[in-house]
């Protein structure tokens, strides 16, 4: 199972960027999906985007345009880059992974995650 530790969170003005890593040790990344999730006090735990080995990715609406998911397979890192950032991106960040080739359900669904990192926190000043 691939153990993944998130960094790169902090604090960002709004119109501000920040650019997240999460480190996967354990296996190859390639063999999954890597997804973000962002959760916020008081709300439930939200796809972000994901990222799959072929190279497909997939961005929540209230991101795109704004993020951008990559990996660095010989790193074994995946990363979001952050730009124009909003008050409402303040949130406690979460790297995923799944195993398997194809999702049952969906790539924003939580549930087909197995491997999750500890999160990394972003906070977003007006």
């Known amino acids: 199972q691939v153990h993944l530790v998130e960094s790169g969170g902090g604090l960002a003005q709004v119109g501000g960027s920040l650019n997240l890593s999460c480190e996967a040790s354990?296996?190859?990344?390639?063999?999954?999906?890597m997804g973000w999730f962002r959760q916020a006090p008081g709300k439930e735990r939200e796809f972000v985007a994901c990222i799959k080995s072929v190279g497909l990715t997939y961005y929540a609406d209230s991101v795109k345009g704004r993020f951008t998911i990559s990996g660095d397979y010989a790193k074994n890192t995946v990363y979001l880059q952050m730009n124009n950032l909003r008050p409402e991106d303040a949130a406690m960040y979460y790297c995923a992974a799944n195993p398997k080739i194809y999702f049952t359900v969906g790539v924003d669904h939580a549930a087909e995650y197995k491997s999750w990192g500890q999160g990394t926190q972003v906070t977003v000043s007006s």
């Open positions: 354990g296996d190859l990344m390639s063999r999954y999906a």
